[in-house]
């Protein structure tokens, strides 16, 4: 994407950069050990998703742990993302690797429809100053009339 790898970065772990690409927020003070929580941008304001920052390297990497609220008391339940960042003209090679899934949960298919939408949204802020909505549905098609 068209940006810098510092301003990538800060998208990520800024929330109120976050909140314009990915309708929620990423909260923490983002040193190694601290919790973050993905909290929603609306006015109920939920936690959707809790772990860790295992390892911090501004502006080129990050590692956090991710599991859902409900089974954060659960070691086995938290996978982990690494977001790579490098600099590749004057463009981010950004490269998100969410491992450490169980093959077919919940969160191994919530993240394979997620995933593509936030990080085409991301590009989107970065490249025109504006998200996309990542919660928009489909809108069901018009076959017109028949006569």
């Known amino acids: 994407m ?3 790898p510092e301003k990538v970065f800060e998208a990520i772990t800024k929330p109120e950069v976050t909140r314009q690409f990915w309708g929620h927020e990423n909260i923490s ?3 190694p050990g601290s919790n973050w929580q993905h909290v ?3 006015d109920e304001r939920t936690v ?3 772990g860790k920052v295992l390892e911090i390297t501004p502006p080129v990497r990050l590692v956090i ?3 859902s609220p409900a089974q954060a008391e659960n070691p086995a339940s938290y996978s982990r993302v690494t977001f790579h960042l490098e600099p590749y003209d004057d463009m981010v090679k ?3 690797t ?3 899934l169980e093959a077919g949960s919940g969160m191994d298919k919530g993240i394979r429809q997620g995933w593509p939408i936030v990080l085409a949204s991301l590009k989107s802020l970065m490249e025109t100053g504006k998200g996309i909505d990542v919660f928009a549905k489909p809108k069901p098609v018009s076959t017109g009339s028949q006569a």
């Open 2 to 4: 068209r940006s810098t």
């Open 29 to 31: 003070d983002w040193k």
């Open 40 to 42: 929603r941008t609306n």
């Open 48 to 50: 959707n998703l809790v």
């Open 65 to 67: 742990s991710w599991a």
């Open 94 to 96: 950004l490269t998100v």
């Open 98 to 100: 969410h491992d450490d």
